[in-house]
């Protein structure tokens, strides 16, 4: 009996499929009078996964989980206070912030941890982005809700709380050819006690205070944020809490690969072996290519421990043992889409 039960276990890992629906409490209780169809309205967490999900839940306390308690589309690359009659700010790589309702989104039980986004509903049933905008973050809409934004041509800016009372405003002025690859809320308060980080296709990433960006209005430009060297793109900025331990995570391959098939190779390192230089500088080596790979396909910072997903939101193992930071990875089993971690 307990060698039958192993094998199903194993078949059942090897095989099974991820649940694609929520199962959700029921009370069991008979209506006896009319229910208030009015939500109230309460504090919330708005979350977004890396497929593009959105879902409410109930405010999270940040907590560390078993990196082996995995489900899909648990990768959450944002989340947001907000309050359920509210509205939030998506940003995104066209450099706008669109407003979003708060209630119009589906509601999840709280879990423990980090929460799987399966019963989320896509971004694009709420909001009409045009072909080629993604959707990279969320903000709030009153004092609180200064950005940061990291841009393609190694461009960074702090922009001021303001909201508009419009469906969607620009938050920055982008150059011909230049998108966002990376936004998130930052305060003046939260600047504080955070560095910036930006990591480029070339392998390099930089690490500065962001107290050495000078918050600027919605109009405003850009300032210089990485020296990129020739050909180079940034492909992911963040700002990272210098109170919580935080990891970088790179995904090496080959520019010659279609894309999303490459596996690459795969490192953790501890970021604090990232030494802090100043802004505009080319930064240090953050992974060392193997012979086949030209090309840093993605990049990741923040509270580990890490998660890893695929584009349709299965969960890929990432290594478990921290490597120097200009070490070669761990060859991939997967391509990997997108990288997260600990809200």
């Not at 593009?52 to 648990?74: C, F, W």
């Not at 910036?196 to 107290?211: H, K, S």
Request: glycine letters at 10%.
């Amino acid at each position: 009996r307990g060698l039958v039960s192993d094998e199903l276990q194993a078949a059942a890992k090897e095989h099974g499929t991820p649940r694609r629906t929520l199962l959700m409490e029921s009370a069991s209780v008979p209506l006896t009078s009319a229910m208030p169809l009015e939500v109230n309205d309460e504090p919330c967490v708005v979350l977004l996964s890396s497929t593009g999900l959105l879902a409410r839940t109930a405010p999270i306390e940040p907590s560390e989980v078993d990196v082996a308690q995995r489900a899909q589309h648990d990768v959450i690359i944002s989340a947001c206070a907000a309050s359920t009659r509210g509205d939030i700010g998506i940003v995104t790589t066209t450099g706008r912030v669109l407003r979003l309702s708060v209630l119009e989104l589906p509601n999840m039980p709280p879990v423990h941890g980090v929460p799987a986004l399966s019963a989320g509903a896509p971004v694009s049933a709420f909001l009409d982005l045009p072909s080629g905008e993604q959707a990279l973050a969320l903000t709030t809409l009153d004092e609180t809700g200064g950005l940061l934004l990291v841009t393609a041509q190694g461009k960074v800016k702090r922009v001021v709380a303001d909201s508009l009372a419009k469906p969607f405003w620009e938050v920055i002025r982008l150059d011909d050819g230049d998108h966002v690859v990376g936004a998130m809320r930052l305060d003046d308060q939260m600047a504080e006690n955070y560095d910036i980080a930006i990591v480029t296709n070339d392998a390099q990433v930089l690490r500065f205070p962001a107290t050495a960006v000078r918050p600027t209005g919605r109009s405003a430009g850009a300032m210089a944020g990485i020296k990129l060297n020739n050909g180079a793109a940034a492909i992911a900025g963040f700002g990272v809490d210098r109170n919580r331990e935080a990891v970088l995570v790179t995904v090496a391959g080959s520019s010659a690969a279609l894309p999303g098939t490459d596996a690459g190779t795969i490192k953790v390192s501890d970021f604090e072996e990232i030494p802090p230089k100043g802004r505009g500088t080319s930064g240090v080596r953050s992974h060392k290519l193997r012979s086949g790979e030209d090309i840093l396909l993605l990049g990741w910072v923040g509270p580990g421990p890490a998660r890893a997903g695929s584009a349709a939101g299965v969960p890929i193992e990432l290594p478990q043992s921290l490597a120097k930071r200009n070490a070669t990875g761990t060859p991939g089993s997967l391509p990997i889409a997108a990288l997260g971690g600990q809200l």
